[in-house]
């Protein structure tokens, strides 16, 4: 297969938009039609959750997709996807603060001591935001190696979320669609942990080279 | 007197049989298929299809149960649940509970009385003149409904089969039918789905048995052909699709007291002071109530049923008989 050259990727970048308005539109068209169910705040307090979460595994695959179909290119649609993940989780958040709770700031917090998987919930968007502020040419050129740093945020962000629903879930022991969202996380955040740890085992030949173990056991190193 | 000529249409104009008849079907099926996807959400459509297909109950208005609050839109009351034996999802029984099997049907009384019976439906229906009552219903998920209901209060069948004096609760059984109901295979609750009153308050007024909705036979969905509703409680006490009714000396265990003791109780009276141990109880949503962008409205202490109601549960800690 041809690796597509940066500029072939970014001509991608409208259509991509375009699929991330998708669920939007979806929900105007189900709001002019009357099928927002009997419950709207509800029924879009959850959907744009499950977009929200969509959007974040779409971003995740990105890095694991450009290696697997050798198109390094394709980091270049990862921003859009990583934006589109806080824009349906600022929606998300807005549904249940605003719509849900009418903004009141004692009810909000007393809805997070009382059920911790709202807790989660915010402490994940509240990381997610600083993730969408840093996520700008010129913080990434003023954070410099920090940048990456941070931006591996993401895992934990996955981590948070997936456990978010899951504890959202378990009122009602209702576990089937959030194990699918999880094994999907799983599999990519355990593609990361096997990539990571073969670098990790490829620096031990180096280490354990013939003229490295002399200049360690010189250094002392009882280890030899 | 003016001579009136018919308009004569060119046979071309005139679209042939074979193309019509094509079109209908194709509207037909068009027609089907929205009705039962699932994916277009609750379509206006499919639902104003589906509510007209249940019989009229002829029923008077009991002036003595309104409450002032406007009836929730008859498309939510039947379109958004809480029937576990046809799925989670509060849209899932509107979709699935066509399945259910209600004719025939039969309820049996029996337990701790001096006359076991059973009963079909059309003995049901013949056995005292059928009210419409409006109630509000508080779900314990914190959102509530204004409907009319068309029964008659509990306390008329329960007199039937003449309790004796070890009946001290009454327990109500759901159908089970597994070829039927897909939810029967989640592990969630027990099934069949079982609920229980206090003696005293299965035979309270307001304690009504339910064989219609909105002026019509029940639909499925709403726990057809005969369940019960006790306004005063939270929703899932008023257990749907009633196969058996049993009068007990011990109080029975629910399936939701089995399920999670420390979170549903025996008694489940609405009461916006005790929470949930995962949520609040204080506010709840009123479904259809001043369109999309409507606050959380105060939950009421019996859900404003106190006057009739409190007296039942005097020098109780509600705390701990939640």
């Known amino acids: 297969m041809m690796t597509l050259s940066a500029k072939q990727i970014t001509r991608l970048k409208p259509f991509v938009f375009l699929l991330g308005l998708l669920p939007l539109c979806r929900w105007i068209w189900l709001g002019w039609h009357d099928g927002l169910t009997a419950n709207p705040v509800e029924f879009l307090t959850r959907s744009s959750g499950t977009w929200a979460l969509v959007c974040l595994l779409v971003t995740l695959g990105v890095t694991p997709l450009r290696q697997a179909l050798n198109q390094p290119a394709l980091v270049r649609l990862r921003r859009m996807c990583g934006l589109f993940t806080f824009f349906y989780a600022v929606l998300h958040m807005l549904a249940w603060s605003g719509w849900d709770q009418g903004f009141d700031v004692s009810d909000m917090s007393a809805d997070i001591l009382k059920r911790p998987f709202i807790l989660v919930g915010v402490a994940a968007f509240i990381t997610m935001s600083l993730l969408a502020l840093t996520s700008n040419q010129f913080s990434m050129k003023r954070l410099g190696r920090r940048w990456q740093r941070l931006h591996q945020l993401i895992y934990l962000i996955a981590t948070l979320v997936i456990l978010h629903y899951w504890w959202h879930k378990a009122g009602k022991h ?27 085992r490829k620096f031990v030949p180096v280490v354990g080279s013939a003229d490295k173990r002399a200049a360690v056991s010189a250094s002392g190193n009882p280890e030899t | 007197m003016s001579k009136f000529r018919y308009p004569r249409i060119a046979s071309n104009e005139i679209t042939p049989e074979a193309v019509w008849q094509s079109r209908r079907d194709w509207m037909r099926s068009a027609g089907a298929l929205a009705a039962s996807s699932s994916l277009a959400g609750l379509s206006a459509v499919s639902l104003a299809a589906s509510n007209s297909t249940y019989a009229a109950l002829n029923a008077e208005t009991n002036k003595r149960f309104l409450v002032m609050d406007p009836v929730t839109p008859e498309k939510d009351v039947i ?114 789905y079982n609920e229980g009153l206090r003696m005293d308050e299965a035979m309270h007024p307001l304690t009504m048995l339910v064989l219609g909705l909105y002026g019509k036979v029940l639909p499925n969905q709403n726990g057809a052909p005969v369940r019960l509703v006790v306004p005063w409680k939270y929703g899932f006490k008023s257990a749907k699709s009633i196969v058996k009714i049993r009068f007990l000396e011990k109080q ?45 409205r105060k939950t009421l202490m019996f859900n404003g049923y106190g006057s009739e109601v409190a007296s039942l549960y005097q020098g109780m800690d509600l705390s701990k008989n939640y």
Request: aromatic fraction near 12%; hydrophobic fraction near 40%.
């Open chain 2, 79 to 192: 379109s958004y649940n809480n029937f576990y034996e046809f799925g989670l999802d509060k849209g899932d029984p509107f979709l699935h509970a066509h399945t259910l099997q209600t004719s025939p049907w039969t309820l049996t009384i029996e337990g701790e009385v001096a006359q076991p019976k059973t009963f079909d439906i059309e003995a049901l229906l013949k056995l005292a003149p059928l009210e419409e009552r409006v109630y509000r219903m508080r779900c314990v998920e914190g959102w509530s409904m204004v409907i009319p209901w068309v029964g008659y209060s509990m306390s008329t069948l329960l007199k039937q089969v003449e309790p004796n004096a070890n009946a001290k609760y009454v327990e109500f059984i759901s159908a089970a039918q597994p070829g039927n109901m897909p939810g029967l295979s989640s592990r969630v609750i027990q099934w069949p």
């Open chain 1, 174 to 200: 209702d576990f089937q669609t959030v194990s699918i969202y999880a094994a999907v996380v799983a599999v990519l955040l355990g593609w990361r942990l096997i990539k990571w740890s073969i670098r990790q």
């Open chain 2, 252 to 296: 029975p265990s629910s399936s939701w007291m089995k399920a999670a003791a420390s979170e549903y109780g025996f008694y489940a009276n609405v009461n916006p002071d005790v929470s949930h141990p995962r949520w609040s109880q204080a506010t709840e949503r009123r479904i259809g109530e001043d369109g999309v962008f409507s606050k959380r």
